[in-house]
């Protein structure tokens, strides 16, 4: 079992930054591969970015690329989104997730891949 808490959302204006944080609970959290995800008002789910339990694998959606990273600190169970120049079409709910990631060598792009989920963290970007 893994329980996962985000922090870090808040309101910011066109071009500022946010770091998102998420802190994991739980004995498997070093094996997990760890996604950040975001659902806007009337929209489905989507993928933000994910890493490999290891940290040596990392993907985007290409309308972040560029301007957030993803990162991990196993010794302290938290994975963190640092999200700059942001745009007002990133304003979302922004959710971390867990799967555990030992066995796949492939990184997860879709909710139903996860197990784990937090309660989400409110991002808003002015314009």
Same mark, same amino acid.
């Given at each position: 079992?893994?329980?996962?808490?985000?922090? @870090?959302?808040? %309101?910011? $204006?066109?071009?500022?930054?946010?770091?998102?944080?998420?802190?994991?609970?739980?004995?498997? !959290?070093? &094996?997990?591969?760890?996604?950040? !995800?975001?659902?806007? =008002?009337? #929209?489905?789910?989507? !993928?933000?970015?994910?890493?490999?339990?290891?940290?040596?694998?990392?993907?985007?959606?290409?309308?972040?690329? @560029?301007? !957030?990273?993803?990162?991990?600190? *196993?010794?302290?169970?938290?994975?963190? %989104?640092?999200?700059? *120049? %942001?745009? =007002?079409?990133?304003?979302?709910?922004?959710?971390?997730?867990?799967?555990?990631?030992? *066995?796949?060598?492939? %990184? #997860?792009?879709? =909710?139903?891949?996860? *197990?784990?989920? @937090?309660?989400? &963290? $409110?991002?808003?970007?002015?314009?």
């Amino acid at each position: 079992q893994v329980q996962l808490v985000e922090s @870090g959302g808040g %309101l910011v $204006q066109a071009g500022g930054s946010l770091r998102l944080s998420c802190a994991a609970s739980g004995r498997t !959290f070093s &094996t997990c591969d760890m996604g950040w !995800f975001r659902q806007a =008002p009337g #929209k489905e789910r989507e !993928f933000v970015a994910v890493i490999k339990w290891t940290g040596t694998s990392t993907y985007y959606v290409d309308s972040v690329k @560029g301007r !957030f990273t993803i990162s991990r600190d *196993n010794a302290k169970n938290t994975v963190s %989104l640092q999200m700059n *120049n %942001l745009k =007002p079409e990133d304003t979302a709910v922004y959710y971390c997730a867990a799967r555990g990631g030992l *066995n796949y060598s492939s %990184l #997860k792009l879709y =909710p139903s891949d996860y *197990n784990y989920w @937090g309660q989400g &963290t $409110q991002v808003t970007v002015s314009s």
